[in-house]
T-cell receptor, first 114, second 113 residues
Framework: GAGVSQTPSNKVTEKGKYVELRCDPI?????LYWYRQSLGQGPEFLIY????????DSGLPNDRFFAVRPEGSVSTLKIQRTERGDSAVYLC????????????FGNGTRLTVT | GDSVTQMEGPVTLSEEAFLTINCTYT??????LFWYVQYPGEGLQLLLK?????DKGSNKGFEATYRKETTSFHLEKGSVQVSDSAVYFC????????????FGKGTKLSVIP
């Protein structure tokens, strides 16, 4: 069946611009996660949704980062006034919802800020 | 805070060699432990997991045993194949009802024929 889909796969933007990254989770998965993976590092937690609400956004680095999931399915990660340090691979994952369920990851969006 | 430390790569092995990738974790609480694999051009995939001390996770010939006394979860495979070339990530999750994964930095494995 279809896995987690992330678009675009690559995004190049200029410093100071606004970007949106999209995640389509596996159908029926109520939990959705965003992670960020910088070069040479493991993924770092950004935010977790259970349904439509952000249950934990403690990993968002600052107020330039925001994420929504208005209908409890597709999620959009929004970054305002991008900085070169935001360059990374942004990963989305979903799970059926229970805390012990394994996460299913998408292929990620590679963001490059020039 | 919670952390995971895994051996730095890259690791290069010949086909059929024995593989060990070391991983240690912070012992706070009763974490669940995982190995994820990322093949070239693909997303992270769960390789195996263990949820309590002395559990052994296994999949595709890979094994890892949850060692509470040494706070370790080393990944092993007796005979690697070229198709095992990938980046391997060790990860912990705080407990059975928790959702947040903490990852190690990853170890890149290259297997040559």
């Amino acid at each position: 069946g279809a896995g987690v889909s992330q678009t675009p796969s690559n995004k190049v933007t200029e410093k100071g611009k606004y970007v949106e990254l999209r995640c389509d989770p596996i159908s029926g998965h109520t939990a959705l996660y965003w992670y960020r993976q910088s070069l040479g590092q493991g993924p770092e937690f950004l935010i977790y949704f259970q349904g439509t609400g952000a249950a934990d956004d403690s990993g968002l680095p600052n107020d330039r980062f925001f994420a929504v999931r208005p209908e409890g399915s597709v999620s959009t990660l929004k970054i305002q006034r991008t900085e070169r340090g935001d360059s990374a691979v942004y990963l989305c994952a979903s799970s059926p919802g229970q805390g012990g369920s394994p996460l299913h990851f998408g292929n990620g969006t590679r963001l490059t800020v020039t | 805070g919670d952390s995971v430390t895994q051996m730095e790569g890259p690791v290069t092995l010949s086909e059929e060699a024995f593989l060990t990738i070391n991983c240690t974790y912070t012992a706070t609480g009763y974490p669940s432990l995982f190995w994820y694999v990322q093949y070239p051009g693909e997303g992270l995939q769960l390789l195996l997991k263990a949820t309590k001390a002395d559990d052994k996770g296994s999949n595709k010939g890979f094994e890892a045993t949850y060692r509470k006394e040494t706070t370790s979860f080393h990944l092993e495979k007796g005979s690697v194949q070229v198709s095992d070339s990938a980046v391997y990530f060790c990860a912990r999750r705080a407990g059975a009802g928790s959702y947040q994964l903490t990852f190690g930095k990853g170890t890149k494995l290259s297997v040559i024929p």
